[in-house]
Nanobody
Framework: QVQLVESGGGLVQPGGSLRLSCLASGFTFSIFKMNWYRQAPGKERELVADINNTGGNTNYADSVKGRFTISRDNAKNTVYLQMNSLKAEDTAVYYC????????WGQGTQVTVSS
């Protein structure tokens, strides 16, 4: 069955960095676009970044452009989100997403940016 397992979240000070990872299994990872979403308390889940199957095309929400980088390693069935210059407003649960015949989500990883 399809599984997406995120890791790498935690508590970081403003201006700091974190790298999230999402290990995928149960489907042919290398042929699917992958997405990172986040959901802050009291807010709707929003798309943060996406990457096509080869890694050659990426897109970002305006709020994270220039600070976040999405990448993937198809040999490791893993998608990453490098987050730099973190701000308090980046605090959220971050989810990995794959749209196959239906949407699949990981369990989420908490990112808290606070001094």
């Amino acid at each position: 069955q399809v599984q997406l397992v995120e890791s790498g979240g935690g508590l970081v000070q403003p201006g700091g960095s974190l790298r999230l990872s999402c290990l995928a299994s149960g489907f042919t990872f290398s042929i699917f676009k992958m997405n990172w979403y986040r959901q802050a308390p009291g807010k709707e889940r929003e798309l943060v970044a996406d990457i096509n199957n080869t890694g050659g095309n990426t897109n970002y929400a305006d709020s994270v452009k220039g600070r976040f980088t999405i990448s993937r390693d198809n040999a490791k069935n893993t998608v990453y989100l490098q987050m730099n210059s973190l701000k308090a407003e980046d605090t959220a649960v971050y989810y990995c997403n794959a749209r196959l015949l239906k949407n699949f989500w990981g369990q989420g990883t908490q990112v808290t940016v606070s001094s």
